[in-house]
């Protein structure tokens, strides 16, 4: 097999890589403007006008959606993998700071309420993710600013935010776009993001300079092994009447609403009160989406539509938010949220204690009413971000009796595909080990597409694990491209690393092709195409998958969780043969 690695297209990349880890040892604050030169050298196929004087949009908005909404009064952001280690480096109690999100990355945050924002990491991927998404910010601040801080755009700015409840709209977006030859398009999905505090944001932009340091408290292996060894402690603690080392488990990471939902079945049975709902306060197009299933004028899902609408009602209604999780309770599932650490979220479901009568009907397989016997669990992890995903998988491995499976839904760019396709691969190229990892992926495109509307199944696949979404050019993909991988991700990799050790008696290689079909359990990996790349400026920052995503996401997980029964049948038929010929 072939194994060609890009060096001249990734040389940059490397470049970037050593400069921001070399300032990141030092003891004291780094100003990301240090970092602006290499940054544009490498040419990111996610950051195109990088180096160009007009402002990359696509890229802007998808670092601030990346980012918590404090981002524009930032001064400084500081690294550390738990709140333990910033109390070591004098920054006591940050968990009593006002705690932030971003829309588009999971990633427990802490903002002093002035210029100073705590985040919490699991591996240095999120250190890959952040330093480049910050350093992408700057740049494109810089240029809009300088689009922006004019008198004629500070007056118009200045009254949409006094007279339009700072949003603008009609003519006064035409206006804006005009004067600061941002399309208008760009305009509208910054209104989108920013809502009533666009106007006050553009002014903040136009009016003040922007500066931010960034700073890692802590970065050795053993740092990151100790938050991870926290996490697992507080599932541990969690779960009083399981005794994890007695149990075997099929592991699972995914997201935290796929599984729940069809497994409770909760929104199947409030299908009345999501359709009062919808038809009181729901788009047109959702309401129309959902008359069209009914009638059966659209292939839609309806349980993948109800599951989409069920979120939309528990933003309005708090109680159905209660409701929901009282019903996952009653079939098993016990979420438990990490504390004082990195944010991934554990579900863990004893498979007999599923309720096959209010389940999805799509999970049911054959004999499924024999699962009472079992007693095994599903542990479900909030899809951890690059390396992360190699700490997650081998502390929980360390700490149970047995692994059964391991299955992994995720996000992609397709090189080859459309949004919403699904992609299964058998091969594995891991950038962080440089290994080529061969396996036997227990999906195939049959397993799937019975269950995807929208989309195609293309199984048989080669996939690339990169470091970080601004970690890659055109050349660096070109090069895979031409080798056959077409499916670009930040976690397989990691897993296939982790699942290594499970299976031979030393840790993972580097730089090898790696022979994985030998593994004693199930391997199945699944991603979803989220990007294409290859489209110059569209992004994630530019679409997002919004309800049509739900059909490739749920078309995975009933996949995975068919697949799960189906195993766990097999293991009881098999004891159950065995103990007929023991006695």
């Known amino acids: 097999m072939d194994r060609t690695v890009p060096t001249s297209g990734n040389e940059e990349i490397n470049l970037y890589l050593r400069t921001y880890y070399s300032l990141l040892r030092s003891s004291r604050e780094v100003q990301i403007k240090t970092l602006i030169e290499a940054h544009k050298r490498m040419n990111s196929a996610l950051h195109v006008l990088a180096d160009e004087p007009q402002p990359d949009m696509a890229a802007f908005i998808y670092a601030i959606l990346r ?43 802490f903002f002093d309420g002035q210029d100073r924002l705590a985040v919490y990491i699991a591996s240095r991927s999120d250190i890959d993710d952040i330093v480049p998404i910050l350093v992408a910010y700057q740049i494109e601040r810089r240029k809009l600013r300088q689009l922006l801080n004019k008198e004629n755009v500070i007056k118009e700015l200045e ?36 809502g009533n505090e666009t106007a006050a944001k553009f002014l903040n932009i136009a ?64 299908e009345e009160q999501i359709h009062a709902y919808i038809r009181e306060n729901g788009s047109g197009d959702l309401q129309q989406e959902y008359h069209d299933i009914l009638e059966r004028n659209v292939p839609s899902s309806r349980e993948n539509f109800l599951y989409y609408a069920l979120k939309k009602l528990e933003q309005d209604n708090p109680q159905v938010t209660a409701a929901r999780l009282e019903k996952e309770r009653d079939v098993g599932i016990v979420r438990i949220p990490s504390e004082h650490a990195f944010d991934i979220e554990v579900q ?57 499976g391991v299955y992994i839904m995720g996000k992609a760019a397709t090189l080859n595909g459309r949004i919403g396709d699904v992609m299964i691969p058998s091969v594995v190229h891991d950038e962080h080990t440089l290994n080529t990892y061969l396996f036997d992926n227990c999906f195939a495109a049959d397993d799937v597409a019975p269950y995807l509307v929208y989309g195609t199944v293309m199984d048989n696949q080669k996939a ?101 029964f189906e195993t766990e049948l097999k293991q009881l038929g098999k004891q159950s043969t065995d103990s007929q010929n023991l006695s």
């Open 159 to 194: 009254r949409v935010r006094d007279s339009k409840g700072g949003l603008p709209s009609g003519n006064s977006l035409v206006r804006l776009a005009h004067m600061t030859e941002i399309p208008v398009e760009d305009f509208h999905r910054l209104c989108q993001v920013w």
């Open 67 to 109: 980012m918590p909404a404090c981002l524009d009064k930032l001064r400084l952001v500081i690294m550390g993998q738990s709140e333990q280690v910033f109390a070591m480096h004098g920054f006591a109690n940050v968990e009593s700071w006002e705690a932030v999100t971003a829309v588009g990355r999971r990633r427990r945050s």
């Open 464 to 564: 690339i694990t990169v470091p970080g979404t601004f970690l890659q050019n055109e050349g660096y993909m070109s090069v895979f491209y031409h080798e056959g991988y077409t499916d670009m991700e930040m976690e397989a990799g990691p897993y296939l690393s982790g699942i290594y050790e499970m299976v031979r008696p030393k840790r993972h290689p580097s730089n090898e092709l790696v022979n994985l079909y030998n593994s004693s359990f199930p391997v199945g990996i699944l991603h979803y195409a989220s990007d294409t790349p290859f489209s110059k400026g569209k992004n994630l920052g530019a679409q997002n998958l919004s309800y049509f995503g739900m059909d490739p996401t749920y078309a995975t997980m009933v996949a995975i969780l068919r697949a799960i």
């Open 348 to 404: 863990v479901i004893p498979i007999n204690k599923v309720n096959t009568h209010s389940m999805d009907k799509r999970l049911r397989v054959p004999g499924i009413e024999r699962l009472h016997q079992s007693n095994a669990l599903i542990v479900n992890v909030d899809y951890p971000l690059g390396m992360a995903a190699y700490q997650v998988l081998t502390e929980i491995a360390r700490n149970i009796a047995e692994v059964r």
């Open 207 to 270: 009016q003040t300079k922007q500066a931010i340091s960034i700073r890692s408290l802590a970065g050795s292996l053993a740092d990151y092994k100790r938050a991870t060894r926290r996490w697992w402690r507080n599932v541990e603690r969690h779960l009083p009447d399981i005794i994890m080392p007695d149990r075997p488990i099929y592991f699972v990471s995914s997201n935290t609403h796929s599984l729940p939902n069809l497994l409770s079945g909760y929104a199947l049975h409030i």
